[in-house]
Every structure is written in C-alpha cells, then in structure tokens.
C-alpha cells in the first residue's frame, strides 16, 4: 500500500471518543500515529480515506500459491489455539469468521463440526475459500452484509480490528448479530510499547504497518472497546504465536511468544507482555 501514489488521506477525530485534540506519538516516513488526549487511543491521523481503503483490500492478500500455504502455515498455531480456547466455552454452533482471508480458520472449525460462515473484503482471498476450500462467505465489509440479529454462537476476527476505520461500528455489529451468551474472539497486535522501546535505543522500524494499520490496542483499550459494545465480560489470553517465513521473524517471534506464554501462566493468567499480539474473548452475556 506504502507504494501506491492514489491514496487519498483525511484527518480525523478520535475513533473512539470523538475527540478533536490529540498528541504526535511515533513517525513513520510521513505517516503519524497519534494518541487521544481524552481517552488515550492510538490512531493513525491523517488517514486514507474509506474510499482508498476498500480499493486497496479488493486486492489485499497474496494471490500465488506458494504465498498461500505460507500464510496457512504462519497462522496454523494461533488458529488451533484459537478454536481450542472458543471449544472451552462452547462445544458447537453456528460461527462467523471476519476478514477469514483464504478459509483457513473456518476450514479449521468446519472439521471440527461447526456450521461455519466467513466474511471477507479481498476477492481474490473469497475465491479461494469458497472454489478451492468449498466454504460459505460474504463480501464485507460486515456492516454491509446485514446478518440477522442473534445469528451467530460465535464471531472472530483475526487481525482485523487495527485494520478499521470504525472499530467501534464493527463491535456493535459483532454485538449484534450474537445470540445471547455468545462469544467474540479477536485477535490484534499490540506495537506501541515496542516502538517506545526501540526509539528509547535510536532504532528505526517500520513496526505499525502503515498506513494498513489504523490503530494500535492495549489489553486495555480493547477491554474499553469491548465494554462500549455492550460485551459484559472479558478474558484476554496470549493465545500463541505466528510463524513469518522470514528466518529473523520466525525466531524472534516463537522467543517472544513462548516468553510471553511463560510469564502469563507464572502470573496466574494476569500478566501480559506488552508488545506482542494477543486474543481476546468478549462474552455478550
Ligand atoms: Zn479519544
């Protein structure tokens, strides 16, 4: 996206509070992420505008294969954590994935005897899942679907809420079209303490994948989030690592991951590492 010249940008106001004010946090070239100075949220500002970035996502995601299966293999562990921790809660439904790319995870539930639906923004990823995998999914985004209320046992999403431009819109959906005591599950980065850190050492990185990143949650903004949405209660999980075909990213990624895994389970589930990606579960009560 970084290269594409069209992209058309805007300012805007607190994704979250609606505030106006805010505070220049990280550079990236000219891109800046700032953060509310009502609520504290991370945002990128100015931003593409909504226009650009559905033209852009039309064309998202590796379409050669070998891109493919490496993406499937990046994501393979997280995925089966993911459908081992929404098993715990509930044993069979009906579950939508958002942003459900090639249909890997829905490929994943569906073998394990869900009835299972995706919505997906990228063509090129919806084709795939539905003439190579056989599944059932929608063009997002999910706001223009228009799912019936209490449809789903269960919703997730998979690194797609940093990528929103109304992550709160997208929520009250999700929200929406849960039956009661149904489950949401997102999956997000969490970049900012990183970026401190490295700057704090003078190193240059391009960590917030921008401009495709719109935002950058905490454990506890995603909490503020949730509880926005009407969600009643929530539980967050490191929730294992991805595995980049990069040798460099592979490593520092399971390191990071099997620490941060270490250290919540030494704390009794409390702690969790700054800096690295996370799952959370929202319950609608
Ligand atoms: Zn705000």
């Known amino acids: ?10 300012e805007i106001d607190c994704p979250f509070c609606g ?20 609520c504290r949220f991370i945002y990128l500002n100015p931003r593409p505008t909504s226009r650009s970035l559905l033209r ?62 995706g919505v997906e923004i990228s063509r090129k990823a919806m084709d795939y899942a539905k003439d190579v995998l056989g599944l059932t999914l929608h063009l997002g985004p999910l706001e223009k679907v228009g799912f019936p209320e209490s ?6 999403g998979f690194y797609v809420i940093e990528h929103l431009p109304d992550p709160m819109a997208f929520l009250k959906e999700c ?43 905490s454990p506890k903004m995603i909490q503020q989030c949730l509880e926005k ?19 460099g990213k592979k490593i520092a990624s399971s390191v990071f991951g099997n620490l941060s895994e270490a250290l919540f389970h030494m704390s009794g589930k409390r702690f969790l590492l700054p800096g690295v990606s996370k799952t959370v579960l929202g319950f609608k009560g």
């Open 175 to 217: 929200y929406r079209i849960l039956k009661p005591g149904g489950l949401l599950l997102l999956r997000y980065p969490h970049t900012t303490p990183i970026k401190n850190l490295l700057r704090f050492f003078g190193i240059e990185n391009r960590l917030y994948d921008l401009p495709a990143h719109l935002s950058d949650f």
């Open 19 to 38: 505030g106006p004010k805010h505070l220049l946090l990280h550079r990236e070239d000219s891109l800046q992420m700032v953060r509310c100075s009502s």
């Open 56 to 117: 852009f996502y039309q064309d998202y995601l590796p379409e050669d294969e070998s891109s493919v299966e490496a993406w499937q293999r990046m994501m393979q562990s997280i995925f089966q954590k993911a459908a081992n921790l929404i098993e715990r809660y509930k044993k069979r439904g009906r579950l939508l994935d958002v942003g459900a790319g090639f249909g890997f995870f829905l490929s994943e539930m569906r073998g394990r005897g869900w009835e299972v639906v």
């Open 229 to 247: 949405a009407g969600f009643k209660e929530w539980r967050h999980f490191i929730g294992g690592y991805t595995l980049p075909r990069e040798p």
């Open 151 to 156: 449809d789903f046992d269960v919703v997730s």
């Open 1 to 10: 996206m970084r290269n594409e010249v069209d992209i058309e940008m805007e």
